[in-house]
Structure formats: structure tokens, C-alpha cells
């Protein structure tokens, strides 16, 4: 299995930057797409970003393209989401997810981590 634990989140400013880390343990990590999706207060899981094995690759949500990065560091296990020109809509709980092959949705990720808030003022 693979096990994820997110960091990183907090308390920031409208306009503001914050970076989300997601460290990966159990089987090789390179083996695996990585994504990250949020989910804010009365609304649906909603997909942000996704990175192929390489790190080649990788897949956005309409809503954060030109904000959001995502990479990763298959040496560190480590997959990151660079948050940019952050707005209060942004505000959710961030979640790490890993999957066999890249997927934009919540039911082809198999396994997921237990989130970072990140909360975004006005």
C-alpha cells in the first residue's frame, strides 16, 4: 500500500503564496500518478492537480490553471502543489491522492491522505 501525509497548509492572505507537501511511504513511489483535489465547506471533492510517474505530465482544474503548480521529487517521495495568487473561493482542505495511472476524479484514486486545511483571508 501507499500511505500519504500531507503539510503545509494555513492561514494566508487573498494574493498570498503557501506550498503543499505530500510525503509518500509503502511501495515505490515513482510507480504512481499523483494528484491533489480539495473540498470546501457544502461543496463536492473538487480535483486541482495531477503529475505522471516522470513528472512529465501533468493536468489541472480550470479553476487554478495559471495559479497552481504541481511537481514532484521521486528521490524524496515527495509530490508538492505551488499555490499561487491565492483567493478566499480557494479556501478548502487540500487532500493527496495516488493512483496506478493519472486520473481527474475522485473514484479512480485508490489511495488518499488525511488532508491540509488551507484557509485564505479577505
Known amino acids: 500500500q501507499v500511505q500519504l501525509v500531507e503539510s503545509g497548509g494555513g492561514l494566508v492572505q487573498a494574493g498570498g503564496s503557501l506550498r503543499l507537501s505530500c510525503a509518500a511511504s509503502g511501495r515505490t513511489f515513482s510507480t504512481y500518478a499523483m494528484a491533489w483535489f480539495r473540498q470546501a465547506p457544502g461543496k463536492e471533492r473538487e480535483f486541482v492537480a495531477a503529475i505522471s510517474l516522470s513528472g512529465a505530465r501533468t493536468y489541472y482544474g480550470d479553476s487554478v490553471k495559471g495559479r497552481f503548480t504541481i511537481s514532484r521529487d521521486n528521490a524524496k517521495n515527495t509530490v508538492y502543489l505551488q499555490m499561487n495568487s491565492l483567493k478566499p473561493e480557494d479556501t478548502a482542505v487540500y487532500i493527496c491522492?495516488?493512483?496506478?495511472?493519472?486520473?481527474?476524479?475522485?473514484?479512480?484514486?485508490?489511495?488518499w491522505g488525511q488532508g491540509t486545511q488551507v484557509t485564505v483571508s479577505s
Open positions: 491522492a495516488a493512483n496506478s495511472i493519472i486520473a481527474t476524479t475522485v473514484r479512480q484514486y485508490k489511495y
